[in-house]
């Protein structure tokens, strides 16, 4: 967790490190702040967190991936504080022998991160400021995912 | 007994605080612990806090049901959580 831009090519570069000989697939997302929603200009993004118990709910999550797929690195970075828009805030990236492992977890991780992550999330709008609510379908996604086997994409 | 009570995000805007210190019984419940607040912030405010869309965690694990606390713990109240 970090207040600072990220890079995507540094993040890979680390991940296939750690990974070892055996990675045989990298997937990566990265979530942005949005410019428009709704037809509403978005300025900004302002992300609250819980010191210790937001890293304990990514750890989680990231510890549920692993255990369910048989994956060689997982590399999680979330920003906090306020974001510009069009700024990146969130990068997953899953390493495995094989890429559907590494699709699902990825997915898999985004998911929950979406519902479990303890963080708050405020649209900073040319019409004022907004705490943004899960959405149902955040929630379906990742129920989801209960009872689904194990190393198979869901859609 | 000193408990320390935290408020996150929207609730935090609304109550215009971010943390209390209270001074509570010793194994004090959830019912005293709402006492407690009410009296501090009022009941208009408190019923915010123990609304059905927001979870309570002591010492950072969310706990849904009855729950004691002891000297030193960490309440915090969490509204609806939007990571990713």
């Known amino acids: 967790m970090q207040q ?9 570069e680390k991940c296939c490190v750690a990974a070892g000989p055996e990675c045989g697939a990298v997937a990566t997302f990265t ?24 890293e304990k709910s990514m750890g989680n999550i990231v510890a549920k991936a692993r255990n369910r797929w048989s994956l060689q690195h997982v590399r999680v970075v979330h920003r906090i504080g ?4 069009g700024s990146q805030i969130v990068l997953v990236i899953v ?11 990825c997915e898999y991780i985004m998911d929950f991160l979406k519902t479990e992550a303890v963080f708050w999330k405020k649209e900073i709008r040319s019409d004022g400021e907004i705490w943004i609510k899960s959405t149902s379908n955040d929630y379906k ?12 994409l869901k859609r | 007994m000193k408990v320390n009570v935290l408020f996150f ?16 019984s010793e194994l004090a419940s959830r019912a005293d612990l709402i006492d407690c607040l009410t009296n501090e912030l009022g009941s208009d405010r408190v019923a915010s806090l123990f609304a059905e869309n927001v979870s309570i965690a002591i010492n950072q694990s969310i706990e ?15 509204p609806p959580i939007t990571g990713g």
């Not at chain 1, 302002?46 to 210790?52: I, N, R, S, V, W």
């Not at chain 1, 996604?141 to 198979?152: K, N």
């Open chain 1, 82 to 85: 306020v974001l510009e828009a």
């Open chain 1, 31 to 54: 979530g942005l702040v949005r410019q428009f929603e709704a037809s509403t200009a978005v300025s900004g993004l302002h992300l609250e967190h819980y010191p210790g118990m937001t």
């Open chain 1, 141 to 152: 996604r990742r129920d989801d995912w209960v009872g689904e086997p194990s190393a198979t």
């Open chain 2, 9 to 24: 995000a929207s609730l935090k805007e609304d109550l215009g605080c971010a943390e209390i210190e209270l001074q509570l």
């Open chain 2, 64 to 78: 849904k049901g009855e729950f004691t606390l002891q000297s030193g713990d960490e309440v915090a109240f969490l």
């Open chain 1, 4 to 12: 600072e831009d990220f890079s995507l090519a540094e993040e890979y």
């Open chain 1, 95 to 105: 390493a495995s022998s094989h890429r559907p492992d590494a699709f699902a977890a």
